[in-house]
């Protein structure tokens, strides 16, 4: 579902109309877009509810707790990528912390974390209840992290396609250096946010462990994928022998 609404097309004013579609989560709001836009919206609403439901049914979770996080972080991922087009439509390099301010969101961090949450935890307690407000650094820094690999592994093709800027090209207008040079201080950023991640791995209790583990393989998942290539986008040798290795092929007992 990230994928579908991050590759949503349209003009400016008619995704405008979707993200408040999205945050409002009315279906009046999608009376004016095209049919496929419309599409999206209600696949995505449908989804969000079902998910809704059966969390509610298998993990105790009551709907007030469950659907209205799950629409928050939805709609903020949806205003992320507006504020995005809005940069592309303008033809805009924002600052570098301008950018990062948006991009973490625009990760979808933020909401396989949200979605991961609740799909592991087991009942509803105060502490559970209270793990994301207590570690919005830990969701920071590893949405971050999926940012700016990503931007590591796609930003040569995406600058070729115009696409909007990514994390080094903001490095390379605002600090005036090479492209070289901007990779180089991106991945310093990533060696930061890595740090302040394993803060969170050992200061956890045994019960929040699990939740941490898994945001955290995310940012390793990313870290992966997107190692000096785009191994998301683009299907290579290297992507398909991974994924044999660890999913289909016996291990070897020597």
């Known amino acids: 579902m990230i994928l579908i609404i991050d590759d949503v097309y349209g003009s400016l004013e008619e995704l405008e109309r979707f993200t408040n579609a999205v945050h409002r989560w009315e279906a009046t709001e999608i009376e004016q877009l095209p049919?496929?836009?419309?599409?999206?919206?209600?696949?995505?609403?449908?989804?969000?509810?079902?998910?809704?439901r059966e969390i509610q049914m298998e993990k105790g979770w009551s709907h007030d707790q469950?659907?209205?996080?799950?629409?928050?972080?939805?709609?903020?991922?949806?205003?992320?990528?507006?504020?995005?087009?809005?940069?592309?439509?303008?033809?805009?390099t924002p600052s570098l912390q301008e950018y990062l301010t948006n991009a973490w969101i625009s990760s979808s961090g933020t909401v396989l974390s949200v979605h991961s949450f609740f799909s592991i935890a087991s009942e509803p307690s105060e502490e559970m209840i209270n793990f994301a407000k207590k570690n919005h650094d830990l969701v920071?820094?590893?949405?971050?992290?999926?940012?700016?690999?990503?931007?590591?592994?796609?930003?040569?093709?995406?600058?070729?396609?115009?696409?909007?800027?990514?994390?080094?090209?903001?490095?390379?207008?605002?600090?005036?250096?090479?492209?070289?040079a901007a990779r180089k201080h991106v991945k310093?950023?990533?060696?930061?946010a890595w740090k302040k991640i394993n803060g969170h791995c050992f200061t956890q209790s045994p019960m929040l462990q699990l939740c941490v583990n898994i945001n955290t393989n995310m940012a390793r998942v990313a870290l992966n994928l997107y190692h000096n290539r785009d191994g998301f986008g683009v299907q290579d040798r290297e992507n398909k022998r991974q994924i044999l290795s660890l999913l289909v092929e016996p291990f070897k007992l020597d």
């Open 35 to 52: 049919e496929c836009m419309k599409l999206c919206f209600r696949v995505l609403s449908d989804i969000t509810k079902e998910t809704a």
């Open 140 to 180: 920071y820094n590893i949405s971050l992290i999926i940012r700016l690999c990503n931007d590591l592994g796609t930003s040569v093709a995406e600058q070729e396609r115009g696409d909007a800027a990514s994390s080094i090209a903001c490095c390379m207008r605002e600090m005036n250096v090479s492209e070289e």
């Open 188 to 192: 310093v950023m990533i060696g930061k």
């Open 66 to 92: 469950v659907q209205p996080h799950l629409q928050k972080v939805w709609a903020e991922f949806c205003k992320a990528l507006f504020v995005e087009a809005k940069w592309y439509n303008r033809g805009h």
